[in-house]
């Protein structure tokens, strides 16, 4: 393919960039052939020209289409290079926050710095069964894929976790560990994969340390093997460690610190266990405070240390172990902190007494003497004579850091090895998978030993890793049958013999290390000779002696030599560590003691350490030293020889961690960085390979399916092959750009992106073709409608103005006709109004002059008052401001008389005595004064309140009081004017006489003035009388709208009670649901409990042949069912285990747990004992008294009792008339809270007394119930004191009897049944008189009675023991209700809280009357028992006698009376619906109707629940003989014969539906049957008549009804199972509607290793598999109901299975694949309307689905959008909703991507939604199953039994 083909305009290319490393631009013209420069344009709109390299001409990588972008594997893109690899991992990471990506077979995990919520259990469940190229990746495809592959081509696999520090390495090994952790489980008791996780946090605190790019860097290298046994699951595990940095323990760089576990020792030296340790901050230690960095944020150290403590325990090393290990730590610390002096220029000393090395030594064990000596001197061994020399300060420094580092090391080699022996599994280990946790290539400025090491072994591992694509690629094409032509990759083998070969750089570094005076310097001078310009991957620096540069594949590194010798060495000198090895410390000891020993390559894989060389100065070199002083170098290059052994012997997995940024900021991706990663980590290498190659591959079908445009109908032909095969040829010439493999088409890069960009144009010609001929038909088709409406306009025009033309003239002769009359109307008109007008004009003028001089007169007067107000106003304001400036001259002069004073007073002040006078006593009278000011300032703000509360009070009452003061006012004026004439009166009393006539005239005056007065006063009665009337219709308005708020109130609490039913409906469900899985997990403990017996009687040793003595009251004929013995059996093989079988492998902390187990149930059971043989001392002594008594008080007691109920009766009936009363007076005199009848609170309250009322007839109703059960109890002990004096045979029937009725049902709830007893009938033949057997039956007869007496004893203390709990716990709750009450109480007003406490009176009497009518009622059932029985008594001794009357006949009478029987006669020969059997037929029952029957013969002839119908009856026979033994021992056998089916046959949905359905059906005769009246509601007289007469099996039933949850449960895995396979295919991948969803141009290339595919499951396979369900369930006859739960439950699964899937999967999430999903779901409601199951809540399940699927159509693009988005998908949590946004693909070039904005704001419309965070739909889930009663109409009389059933046995009765 030519490049002008391609380099076109507005193409696309990658220009280099130096900040951005590759900048995307288009091209502005065609490229053509010899053209120097590219003229582009870049993103941001600059346009730029290009020069190309004139020596090579090539040309910018090209950008692959927006399509391809964002790809799940880097192989998929058409275009294989850097740029297109960075941006898709950039846009991944940046606008999908996706951080992994496949890279071919390596995944690439970018670290986000964040936490996600990704990797949760339900990830997991997820990921586990699913191949790695089906769901996006992930850390869990990866182990999943490893787990996989283990099991299936039982090989070891490996994965290799490789980066630089930060990349999150040991987070992803984390990962994959709890992934294997999770899905597969321990072998044993031990929890194995728990210690595998605890493992972690150790490791952690002792191998990791913050550094300046990660807080929690690994600074080893780690490779754990996880053990599996056949079954493939975890049995143990074994680590394996490389190259630990111990230089760290001494010194670290700035913002870095040491390893976790000196600062986690530190933040916790406060711990009193942590005393002794003398440890204070880490910040007083030298060797943790070098780095100025103590604390990292977010971490805890104190808590990590108690995670590592933790993990301690779990791993077994105990308290005392790990306080060693402590004090090794702290010892070190305080190492470092030791003083070295200088004594002169050749020695150093440590000072006396130094308080760090005291300490050390006591820590240690050693003696502070020697250890002082031997760190600053070192001991010289020659031929002859020994000596010891100084150490000058700088080398002893250097001794006691080497020391440290010693110390650090053998300590965590300790550590490994004890994790190791936690981890080792107990059994042999099948298979396994590494972890291999190593750090990535690295390049500092200074480089020296530990970075050599680290990039010589990814070196090996880049090679390992080159070989291994290598054979992928290769395997691929001959799997293809494609001509295999050679790569060229690189081989980094010369860069390996560089370092390990003969005279390599290691051999040339040991050399060195042996040589005496071998030195740094030395050794590079022989690095030069020997390599340089001798080997192109070996270089010298130009200004450096002491340096070389090392070509590796990833960079050339230049590394310093200073120091390479002394850390190869790794020397400790030998008295120092003598020292030790006489320490009294026992770890210490421990630690040292194979310190002699030598080192071989294979103890170095096992050992998992590097050993250390620990040799004295020039000593002799002896065989065994000589093995002991391997250097470091030699070591690691053994243990990394040893490792690729391993990697070579395994399945390979490559995960590589990218660092995107050195900040360690979350979700910012640094380009430059992530380049050198992609460079050192061998991902660019594996797309070069791949790019080499053919790189995309399409499966044929794939291809027909995307490139089907590109075909003629001629192409098209039935063989897909051949039509791909002649399009290719037609649309690519060049034959070598791609190759035909068997089942898939190889291209070469670029050509998917090539027939892409054919594709998109066929389509937009195609389009554009469409839209041409559309638009000209929209606008030939708008001429033609515009055309008729323009002729029919014009029509209709034209006659319009023909009728305008004749109107216009008819209207012109009338209207001069009209204007004729008018204008002399008009004429007329004119002069009236004029005339009117001018009247009008002149009476409103003369009113006005009048009025304007009336005005006149009015202003004046006014203004004359308005001057008289103001000149007195300004007099009194003169006189005002005169007043306050004489007062402000006062205050002047005074202030300057007292400045005066001041001044004076200060000059006395001055002197010292006058200061001393004025100070005696002024601190205390301060003090005094600032008190009494602080108390005036309270008075002053209390009298402010006061005064406050005077004000409104007075502003309330200002115009009352106004009033009164101008009354009192007058009055007193009068009196004053009164008192003043007194005197006058006297004199004038002559002159009075005078007066009398005017009087009189006054008196007439007053008398017209009350005339007056009294019409007013009639005028103001009648204004109030209106006024009165306003307030009525005011009040009546009120009152409509008391009523209004009334009828809301009413409202709002209905509506208030439907939520709370709802509320109490969700709790009852949850309830229900946790019931139910509480019981799974009692069954899954039984199952678990079984398997673990099974196993252990597989482990055992068989015993040796010889009798074993059995307990006699065990029978020899048990049967197979029963569990109660099987439980025995358990127990005794447990407790005897230790000693039959003292070697068995078992599992020690199983056998311990149930040694202890058994050695509980042995004290319990000799308590009982104990407590039996004290009970039955009691019962001796108190015998005698209580029969003599029984009889004298029960009479009594009876007359106390009734008399007492009649007085509770009264007194409940003058409680109910005080409340009548209390209502009446509240309604008859409303208080103040109560305004009127009507209002609120009178309601409330009334309401409230109702609710008592209520309240107290729904107790008497419990009363009566609660008295039934307290009355049957009563009566079974009674009936037991009663038959005491019975024969014992007849006792141990009637004990049976009272161990059923207290609690024996609840011992076949738990699954344990009591032991078949059937005597052997042989034992008559033992001898001839027979003597042995009737000992042996005395015998059995005695431990029987023992036994029973001891079980009715252990129950009466269970329920004794049940009574004092229950009265415990009543006690508790009715001291909270009064609390809460009380609570509540203080809370309300007065007047409710009145209320309040008489409602609790009430509610207290009403409890203490229904007590004392429980004790009567208790008293009356007893009565009535006694009488029933002694009828009955009366009754057999009557049957008794006529019996014996019978048998006294003699011989003769009974030949002349043939006809008279000797029994009793049946009166009618009806059947009456029961089966009889014998005792001894019960195991045959059960094994020909349970076990061994065919549930699809009996589906398909018989009538459903035929055995629930056989079983009712045989026990209805049981229960009309009144055996309850036959009872119990049917129902138990049942209920374990259904177990064991479903154990046996438990994957199958046919048993499993078969038998829900029966033992629903069992279920619900036992309920139809049991006499109640709840259930006989729907029977007829005949069923009625086959009630159970002897026995309540209330209790059983829910024995039975947990017995169904469980079926159902069973069923519901069973339905999983099935539907799992066939959901993703059938709902997701299959494309439903042909030809919507188009296959995207992935290319995505299988794994090699994952599974085939066993057929491709459609949709229509799904609604075949859930019809045959239905139809299945149908056939068994199972409740209509029950079957809708069970559809329900099916759908949930499909919705929530599809849902997880879409959200993991980024190719689902498009539009087309949303419309398929809506149509699949439209097929599922269309199934559920032809089975009518619409209302079994099945389609709402599916709503999660539905919104997701609309959410993948509706726009994504605006606010309204976004909106429009919030309001729909209701059913999905935000974090759903992101997810799918995050992870929708346009499929075709017209869709558009959801940019990030729009997702931003769909997270901030839904950040106040409450959810869960959980991004997975729980797809596990089970909703609660409830079993409606459904009776049956069947008659069981009518039912017979089929031959094919094998029940000949069985008679009907």
Not at 526 to 534: A, Q, S
Not at 552 to 568: I, S
Not at 933 to 947: A, M, T, W
Not at 1125 to 1153: H, I, N, Q, T, W
Request: hydrophobic content about 35%; charged content about 30%; overall charge neutral.
């Amino acid at each position: 393919m030519a490049a002008s083909e391609l380099y076109t305009k507005e193409a696309r290319v990658w220009i280099p960039d130096a900040e951005d490393v590759w900048k995307s631009a288009k091209l502005l013209k065609d490229y053509k052939q010899g053209d120097k420069l590219l003229r582009l344009e870049l993103e941001d709109g600059t346009v730029v020209e290009h020069q190309l390299d004139p020596r090579t001409m090539n040309l910018p990588h090209l950008r692959n289409p927006d399509i391809l972008v964002g790809e799940n594997d880097l192989t998929a893109l058409s275009y294989l290079h850097e740029p297109a690899v960075l941006h898709n991992l950039k846009v991944r990471f940046i606008d999908s926050k996706l951080i992994y990506t496949y890279c071919g077979i390596v995944l690439v995990a970018i670290n986000p710095y964040e936490t996600l919520p990704i990797y949760g259990t339900d990830i997991i469940n997820a990921y586990s069964g699913q191949n790695m190229g089906d769901m996006d990746p992930h850390i869990f495809a990866v182990a999943e894929e490893a787990y996989k592959q283990m099991a299936r081509d039982e090989r070891n696999q490996s994965i290799i976790v490789s980066g630089e520090s930060g990349a999150g390495k040991t987070v992803s090994a984390k990962y994959a560990m709890r992934y294997f952790a999770t899905v597969s489980g321990s072998e044993s008791e031990a929890n194995v994969e728990e210690k595998v996780l605890a493992s972690n946090p150790i490791m952690e605190s002792i191998g990791n340390a913050k550094t300046t790019r990660n807080d929690n860097s690994s600074r080893f290298g780690k490779y754990i093997e996880i053990g599996f046994d056949k079954r493939y699951r975890i049995i143990g595990a074994n680590m394996r460690t490389y190259l630990l940095e111990k230089s760290r323990v001494v010194f670290q760089a700035d913002e870095e610190r040491n390893y976790h576990i000196f600062y986690q020792l530190c933040a916790s030296s406060n711990l009193p266990e942590l005393k002794v340790l003398k440890l204070v901050s880490a910040n007083n230690f030298h060797y943790t405070k070098q780095g100025r960095s103590p604390v990292i944020d977010g971490v805890d150290d104190a808590k990590e240390l108690i995670n590592t403590r933790n993990a301690f325990t779990l791993l077994g090393i105990n308290d005392s172990y790990q306080m060693g290990i402590f004090r090794v730590l702290a010892a070190i610390l305080h190492l470092g902190n030791v003083e070295i002096k200088d004594r002169d220029s050749d020695s150093s000393i440590i000072p006396p007494n130094n308080a760090h090395l005291t300490v050390f030594c006591d820590l240690m064990g050693v003696t502070y003497q020697d250890m002082s000596h031997w760190l600053c001197h070192k001991k010289l061994i020659t031929a002859t004579e020994t000596y010891i020399k100084p150490f000058p300060k700088l080398q002893a420094i250097n001794a006691r850091d080497a020391l440290a580092k010693h110390i650090y090391a053998k300590l965590f080699s300790w550590i490994v090895d004890h994790v190791n022996k936690a981890l080792h599994a107990t059994m042999k280990q099948h298979s396994f998978i590494g972890v291999l946790d190593i750090y990535g290539f690295e390049t500092f400025e200074i480089n020296s030993f530990e970075q050599f090491c680290i990039n010589y072994a990814n070196e090996k591992l880049q090679q390992q890793f080159n070989m291994h694509v290598f054979k992928l690629e290769q395997e691929e094409y001959m799997k293809e049958e494609i001509p295999w032509t050679l790569i060229d990759f690189y081989d980094n083998q010369p860069c390996i013999n560089l370092i390990e070969a003969k005279l390599g750089i290691l051999d040339l570094l040991d050399e060195e290390c042996r040589m005496p005076k071998g030195s740094d310097d030395t050794w590079a001078q022989k690095l030069y000779n020997t390599h340089l310009n001798k080997c192109d991957l070996f270089q010298k620096p130009r200004l450096s002696n002491r340096a070389f540069i090392i070509q590796h594949f990833a960079d050339k590194v230049e590394y310093q030599c200073e120091g390479f010798l002394e850390k190869n060495k790794d020397t400790v000198y030998e008295e120092q560590i003598h020292v030790l090895k006489l320490s009294k410390f026992e770890l210490l000891v421990e630690l040292f003691q194979d310190e002699e020993q030598s080192v071989s390559p294979t103890e170095a894989q096992t050992g998992a350490r590097t050993r250390l060389s620990v040799k004295p100065l020039k000593a002799r070199a002896t065989q065994s030293s000589r093995e002991h002083k391997k250097t470091v170098g030699h070591q690691f290059r053994n243990s990394l020889q040893l490792l690729m052994e391993t990697l070579n012997a395994t399945t390979p997995h490559y995960v590589r961690c990218i660092k995107p940024n050195d900040y360690k900021y979350p979700f910012t991706f640094d380009p430059r960085r992530a380049v050198q990663q992609l460079r050192a980590c061998g991902v660019l290498e594996t797309i070069r390979i791949s790019a080499a190659g053919f790189p995309s591959r399409w499966t044929y079908q794939e291809f027909f399916s995307r490139y089907r445009v590109l075909m003629k109908q001629k192409d098209v032909l039935s063989d897909r092959k051949l039509t791909c095969r002649n399009v290719l040829e037609k649309l690519i010439k060049d034959k070598d750009k791609y190759q035909f493999g068997k089942t898939k088409i190889f291209f070469r890069a670029g050509q998917v992106a090539y027939l892409e960009k054919l594709r998109a144009d066929k389509l937009r010609a195609a389009c554009i073709r469409i839209q041409k001929t559309i638009r000209c038909w929209l606008l030939r088709k708008k001429y033609l409608r515009m055309r008729s409406a323009a002729i029919t306009i014009q029509r209709h025009v034209r006659g319009y103005q023909a009728r305008c033309l004749a109107k216009f003239l008819r209207r012109t002769r009338a209207a001069i006709t009209i204007q004729k009359f008018q204008r002399m109307y008009v004429a007329r008109q004119r002069y009236r109004r004029m005339q009117d007008a001018s009247l009008i004009i002149q009476c409103m003028l003369r009113g006005y002059v009048a009025r304007q001089k009336y005005q006149q007169m009015v202003r004046e007067h006014k203004a004359v008052i308005i001057q008289k107000m103001v000149r007195g106003w300004l007099a009194r304001q003169w006189y005002k401001r005169s007043l306050e400036a004489i007062v402000y001259l006062q205050c002047c002069v005074r202030r300057m008389r007292a400045k005066r004073e001041l001044k004076k007073l200060k000059i006395e002040a001055r002197s010292v005595e006058h200061y001393k006078k004025l100070n005696i006593g002024m601190e205390n009278k301060i003090m005094q004064l600032q008190r009494k000011v602080d108390e005036q300032h309270k008075d002053n703000k209390n009298l402010h309140d006061r005064l406050t509360n005077l004000e409104n009070t007075y502003s309330s009452e200002s115009e009352k009081l106004r009033n009164e003061v101008d009354r009192l006012r007058g009055t007193e004026e009068e009196a004053r004017v009164n008192s003043n004439r007194i005197t006058s009166l006297l004199e004038e009393l002559a002159k009075l006489k005078k007066e009398l006539e005017e009087t009189q005239r006054e008196k007439k005056t007053i008398e017209e003035y009350a005339d007056k007065y009294k019409v007013e006063t009639e005028q103001l009665v009648s204004e109030l009388k209106e006024q009165n009337t306003l307030l009525k219709t005011e009040k009546e308005d009120l009152n409509r709208l008391i009523l209004e708020q009334a009828q809301e109130m009413k409202e709002k609490m209905e509506k208030a009670l439907v939520e709370e039913t709802k509320q109490i409906e969700c709790e009852l469900n949850e309830e229900r649901s946790r019931y139910q899985n509480l019981l799974t997990e009692h069954l899954h403990l039984e199952a678990r409990y079984e398997d673990l017996k099974e196993e252990m009687t597989l482990t055992m040793v068989i015993p040796k042949p010889g009798h074993r003595r059995t307990d006699s009251t065990h029978s020899s004929n048990e049967s197979e069912y029963t569990y109660n013995s099987e439980f025995a059996e358990r127990e005794e093989e447990a407790s005897r285990g230790p000693e039959d079988v003292p070697k068995a492998p078992l599992d020690m902390s199983l056998f311990l747990k149930l040694q202890k187990r058994v050695t509980e149930l042995e004290q319990d059971k000799q308590s009982l004992q104990n407590e039996l043989d004290r009970k039955e001392e009691q019962i001796h002594r108190i015998k005698a008294t209580e029969e003599e008594q029984r009889n004298r008080a029960r009479g009594a007691e009876l007359e106390y009792e009734s008399l007492k109920r009649q007085e509770l009766e009264s007194e409940n009936k003058k409680l109910k008339n005080d409340l009548n009363e209390l209502r009446k007076v509240l309604s008859e005199k409303p208080t103040a809270a109560i305004s009127a009848p009507g209002s609120p609170a009178y309601k409330v309250l009334l309401d409230q007394l109702n609710a008592s009322n209520e309240e107290l007839e729904v107790r008497k109703e419990e009363v009566l119930i609660l008295r039934s059960q307290l009355v049957s109890q009563k009566e079974a002990m009674q009936h037991k004191e009663d038959k005491e004096t019975m024969t014992e045979a007849m006792f141990y029937a009637e004990d049976l009897q009272k161990m059923k009725d207290s609690g024996e049902i609840t011992q076949a709830y738990l699954g344990l049944k009591e032991v078949n007893r059937s005597p052997p009938k042989d034992y008559h033949e033992l001898n001839e008189d027979g003597e042995l057997w009737m000992v042996y039956e005395g015998l059995k007869e005695t431990n029987r009675l023992l036994e029973s007496q001891l079980q009715s004893q252990r129950k009466g203390y269970e329920n004794e023991a049940e009574v004092l709990r229950g009265e415990l716990q009543s006690l508790k709750e009715e001291n909270n209700r009064q609390q809460q009450l009380l609570a509540q109480n203080l809370q309300l007003p007065p007047e409710a809280r009145i209320e309040a406490s008489l409602q609790h009176e009430i509610t207290r009497l009403t409890n203490e009357n229904l007590d004392l009518m429980e004790q009567l009622e208790k008293q009356d059932k007893t009565v009535r028992k006694l009488k029933k029985q002694l009828k009955l008594f009366a009754k057999k001794i009557g049957e008794m006698g006529v019996f014996n009357q019978v048998e006294n006949v003699s011989p003769g009478q009974i030949v002349d009376e043939p006809i008279r029987p000797v029994n009793i006669p049946r009166k009618e020969k009806d059947f009456q619906g029961m089966f009889e059997y014998k005792k001894d037929d019960e195991v045959k029952l059960v094994k020909n109707l349970i076990l061994e029957l065919k549930p699809r013969g009996v589906a398909v002839n018989l009538i459903p629940g035929l055995p629930a119908y056989i079983l009712f009856m045989c026990l209805r026979h049981a229960d009309y003989l009144n055996d309850d033994q036959k009872v119990r021992s049917l129902l138990t056998s049942t209920i374990n014969g259904i177990k064991k089916i479903l154990k046996k046959r438990g994957d199958d949905f046919e048993t499993v539906s078969f038998w829900l359905s029966n033992t629903c059906r069992f279920l619900h005769c036992l309920k139809q049957y049991s006499g109640e009246e709840g259930f006989m509601k729907h029977n007829t007289t005949r069923q009625n008549e086959h009630c159970l007469t002897n026995f309540d099996l209330a209790e059983y039933r829910q024995v039975l009804s947990d017995l169904a949850i469980q079926i159902y449960q069973q069923l519901v895995k069973v339905m999983d199972s099935i539907l799992q396979p066939m959901i993703v295919s059938g709902m997701l991948e299959h494309e439903t509607i042909q030809g919507v969803s188009g296959v995207k141009p992935t290319g995505l290339r299988k794994r090699t290793s994952s599974i085939a595919d066993e057929g491709t499951y459609t949709l229509d396979s799904i609604l075949r598999q859930l019809s045959a369900f239905h139809s299945t369930m149908c056939q068994h006859g199972m409740d209509p109901e029950l079957i809708k739960q069970v559809v329900k439950q099916m759908f949930y699964i499909i919705g929530a299975v599809t849902l997880n899937n879409l959200l993991l999967r980024k190719d689902m999430c498009s539009w087309s694949k949303g419309m398929n999903i809506r149509y699949n779901v439209s097929q599922l409601e269309e199934w559920l309307r032809d089975k009518n199951l619409m209302t079994s809540g099945a389609k709402e399940t599916l709503e999660p689905l539905i919104q997701a699927a609309q959410l993948l159509q509706v726009k994504k693009k605006t606010d309204e959008d976004a909106e429009a988005i919030c309001s729909m998908c209701n059913a999905l949590s935000t974090a759903q909703i992101v997810k799918v946004l995050n992870l929708y693909t346009p499929v075709n070039e017209f869709e558009e991507r959801v940019s990030v904005t729009f997702i931003r704001t769909i997270q901030i419309r839904l950040r106040d939604r409450k959810e869960s965070p959980q991004l997975l739909m729980d797809s596990k889930q089970i909703f609660p199953v409830t079993f409606p009663f459904n009776p049956s109409s069947l008659s069981l009389e009518t039912i017979q039994i089929p031959t094919s059933l094998n029940l000949g046995f069985l008679t009907r009765v």
